[in-house]
């Protein structure tokens, strides 16, 4: 018994050590976490447990950016729109503070629905906001869809002052997601007939919001879509 009660006190004090070096060396801790078997999990697990660390704040070493050598499309493809109060669960992303790979958990009856829009229309984008020293980041998806009609305006009505998450497919097929679980992205609409024959007769869809501490997270698991079984 007492063999038992020792390897658990060395256990406790081993796991004291990690918790103390992840709050005081977050930058070396991820480092080291990314070449260990597993790292990036018990990472994330003792993130977790101590969120006042400062690797809540330093979240990632300035590294260097490599370029790709492949195709690069732009716009986006498709997008899904939930109301954030409707969300049961929404995961924390990993270690490296941008993916989301566990799914999003509506709640009973609810999940995201697909919103069509006019190809080469659709675009997200993220920027910097505010002065220096109290700079944050603010997401923006915004797409065109053509033609007035009486269903396209019910939806505008129901949508208007919804505080609402976006997921949106982009052409190299990577789903980024505008809001998260504390904040949501504000709807906003502009429809216009146009004046002549060859003018543009539809809406421009805006989901806009600003004070997030992180870019749209990339995601990786599946859209849980409403009605789906």
């Known amino acids: 018994m007492k063999k038992v009660f020792s390897a658990l006190k060395m256990s406790l004090f081993l796991l004291a050590v990690l918790l103390i070096g992840v709050s005081l060396f977050p930058d070396q801790a991820l480092a080291l976490a990314q070449v260990v078997p597993h790292g990036t999990d018990v990472l994330t697990a003792l993130v977790v447990t101590i ?3 400062a690797l809540g704040c330093v979240v990632v070493p300035i590294a260097e950016i490599i370029l790709d050598d492949c195709p690069n ?6 997008i899904h729109v939930i109301r954030r109060r409707d969300i049961e669960t929404f995961p924390e992303p990993g270690a490296d503070k941008v993916t989301v790979s566990t799914a999003i958990i509506p709640k009973a009856g609810c999940g995201f629905v697909p919103w069509e829009f006019a190809q080469d229309t659709g675009e997200i984008n993220h920027k ?4 220096a020293g109290n700079q944050s980041i603010a997401h923006d998806l915004a797409v065109y869809v053509p033609r007035g009609s ?10 208007l002052n919804g505080d609402f998450v976006v997921i949106g497919r982009d052409s190299n097929g990577n789903l980024r997601i505008a809001g998260d679980k504390r904040r ?3 709807f906003e609409h502009d429809y216009k007939s146009g004046k002549k024959g060859n003018d543009k007769n539809g809406t421009d869809f805006k989901f806009s919001g600003e004070g997030f501490t992180h870019v749209p997270y990339y995601y990786t698991a599946a859209i849980p879509l409403k009605g789906a079984a």
């Open 51 to 53: 969120p006042g660390t």
């Open 73 to 78: 499309p732009g716009g986006l493809t498709d």
């Open 128 to 131: 910097s906001s505010g002065d």
């Open 150 to 159: 009486a269903a396209t305006d019910a939806v505008i009505q129901a949508a």
């Open 184 to 186: 949501g992205v504000k």
